[in-house]
C-alpha cells in the first residue's frame, strides 16, 4: 500500500511540474516573423487587398528593386512604385494566384522568400514565363512586426533591363525611371 501511495505522490508532483520550453524566445521571435511573412505574402498572393498589403509597412519603409537600381526611402514612394491600384495588371482568371512561393526562411528580424510569378496580363499584354519571371524578397522587420526595409531581386524580360542598362548609362544609377512619378 505504501509503495502505491509513493507512486500516487509522484505522479501527483509530476502533473504539478511546468515542462521546460523546448522553444527558446529567439526562436518564437523566428515563428512570429515567418507568421507575419506567410500572411504577407499570402496578401500579395491574391493581389486584392491593396489596403491590407499597405498596412505590414511602416511609413519609413526603405524599398529597394536591386535589378531596376531603385531605391525609394518612404511608403508613398513605394505606393507609386507597386501601385496595384492601376488597371494595367490583370490576372490570367480571378481566382488566379499572382506568385507561388517556394522557400520562406526566417530568424527573428528577417524573413527571405523565393518563388516565381504566375502569367498576367499587363496594359492587355499577357506576360507569360518565357524569361523565367522568378524572385527572392528580403523582408526585415521592426520589433513590432512591421517591414521597415524590403530588398527585391526580380527576374525581368530582357525589354525592362535593356531599359535598365540604357538608363544607367545615360543618366547614372541614381536617375528614377521616367514611369515613376514620385512627385507629390
Known amino acids: 500500500m ?8 509522484c505522479f501527483l508532483t509530476l502533473l504539478n511540474c511546468q515542462p521546460t520550453p523546448l522553444v527558446s524566445n529567439e526562436s518564437s521571435r523566428a515563428q512570429m516573423v515567418a507568421t507575419e511573412a506567410s500572411v504577407y505574402f499570402a496578401t500579395f498572393a491574391e493581389r486584392e487587398d491593396w489596403e491590407k498589403l499597405l498596412s505590414f509597412y511602416r511609413e519609413d519603409l526603405i524599398f529597394e528593386d536591386v535589378l531596376l ?10 505606393e507609386r512604385f507597386y501601385n496595384w491600384p492601376d488597371t494595367a495588371f490583370r490576372k490570367l482568371y480571378p481566382e488566379q494566384k499572382h506568385l507561388n512561393i517556394h522557400n520562406l526562411v ?20 499577357r506576360v507569360d514565363t518565357d524569361w523565367g519571371m522568378n524572385f527572392t524578397i528580403w523582408l526585415y522587420f521592426d520589433k513590432g512586426l512591421k517591414i521597415y526595409k524590403q530588398i527585391d531581386w526580380f527576374e525581368y524580360n530582357p525589354t525592362v533591363m535593356q531599359s535598365v ?12 525611371p521616367d ?6
Open 2 to 9: 505504501l509503495k502505491y501511495l509513493l507512486l500516487l505522490i
Open 106 to 125: 526566417a530568424n527573428d528580424s528577417v524573413a527571405v522568400a523565393q518563388g516565381v510569378l504566375n502569367p498576367f496580363y499587363y496594359y492587355g499584354k
Open 69 to 78: 537600381q531603385l531605391h525609394l526611402d518612404s511608403l508613398w514612394q513605394f
Open 179 to 184: 514611369w515613376l512619378d514620385l512627385s507629390r
Open 165 to 176: 542598362l540604357d538608363r544607367y548609362h545615360k543618366e547614372g544609377v541614381d536617375k528614377i
